[in-house]
């Protein structure tokens, strides 16, 4: 049964940042995608960044240059650096996965839709 659990959100002041970590456990996949998702509130849910297993990344253009995403394969984690933080960014912050390419599933627009594995969401704020 694969699981996913989040941590690292907060509260931080404008232009700060914070790293988001997510441990997926009990995956055997070989070919896969994981990654990090949003909801603002009043707001659907977005893509923010992805990793595939061929170590492609896929970023949203609002956080690109900003926020950057990284796996440790041996300890099955997968984070989210997130610099320059605005107010903008504020939302609870899920990681997701499932066993396709990267590329058509993170621009989905309805993302929960599509990733079959969801953790319970951490929540980020930023103020001014």
């Known amino acids: 049964q694969v699981q996913l659990v989040e941590s690292g959100g907060g509260s931080v002041q404008v232009g700060g940042s914070l790293r988001l970590s997510c441990i997926v456990r009990?995956?055997?996949?070989?070919?896969?995608?994981m990654g990090w998702f949003r909801q603002a509130p009043g707001k659907g849910r977005e893509g923010v960044a992805a990793?595939?297993?061929?170590?492609?990344?896929n970023y949203a253009d609002s956080v690109k240059g900003r926020f950057t995403i990284s796996q440790d394969i041996a300890k099955n984690t997968v984070d989210l650096q997130m610099n320059s933080l605005k107010p903008e960014d504020t939302a609870i912050y899920y990681c997701?996965?499932?066993?396709?390419?990267?590329?058509?599933?993170?621009?989905?627009?309805?993302?929960?839709?599509?990733?079959?594995?969801w953790g319970q969401g951490t929540q980020v704020t930023v103020s001014a």
């Open positions: 990793i595939g297993s061929d170590g492609a990344r």
């Open positions: 997701a996965a499932d066993q396709f390419d990267c590329f058509a599933a993170f621009a989905s627009a309805r993302p929960e839709n599509i990733f079959g594995y």
């Open positions: 009990g995956y055997t996949w070989n070919r896969y995608c």
